[in-house]
């Protein structure tokens, strides 16, 4: 039996619990934390950065499982007919006020541009019924 994918409230509810496991692993001196996770196919990528207390920003390392916690949320996320997103921007900001904003169309701003095969798995994985024109070129590309 297929599953249903989250509704908005679900996802909602996940990001607030992942939300109290980033407050408990940045430094003490943050003040914001921004996260990039994007990913096609099996491809993921994920940065972080912190801005501290003094306004001064570093790059962070994020505790494991950071990346498979997105990977999951965006497969649980997946509609049938629209694919899945392929990016996502999180914000949080002290205390504990958080944002989260996920792009389902757009092609991700990639650090390294994934190995073709990513792609293809990606357009298997979440078919579309209206596939963006940069997932096209980049499935037409050789």
């Known amino acids: ?12 509810e996940l990001l607030k619990d992942f939300t109290t496991w980033m407050i408990h692993s ?3 001196d943050w003040d914001q934390l ?19 207390v003094l306004g001064g920003g570093i790059d962070w390392t994020p ?9 999951e949320l965006r497969d649980d996320m997946a509609r ?3 694919g899945a997103w392929t990016s996502l921007r999180y914000h949080l900001v002290h205390p504990g006020r958080y944002e ?7 092609e991700p701003d990639w650090d390294h541009v994934p190995p073709r095969e990513c792609f293809s798995t ?6 579309r019924e209206n596939t963006p024109d940069w997932l096209r070129q980049r499935l037409a590309t050789d």
């Not at 039996?1 to 909602?12: C, E, S, V």
């Not at 996770?37 to 940065?47: A, C, D, P």
């Not at 989260?100 to 757009?106: C, K, L, S």
């Open 1 to 12: 039996m297929p599953r249903m994918p989250l509704t908005a409230a679900q996802a909602h």
């Open 26 to 28: 940045v430094p003490a």
């Open 34 to 52: 921004f996260l990039a996770f994007r990913s096609v196919g099996e491809y993921v990528e994920l940065r972080a950065s912190i801005i501290t």
């Open 63 to 71: 505790p494991p499982g950071v990346a498979e916690f997105f990977a």
């Open 80 to 82: 049938p007919g629209e």
């Open 100 to 106: 989260a904003e996920y792009d389902w169309d757009g």
């Open 122 to 127: 990606e357009a298997e994985k979440y078919p």
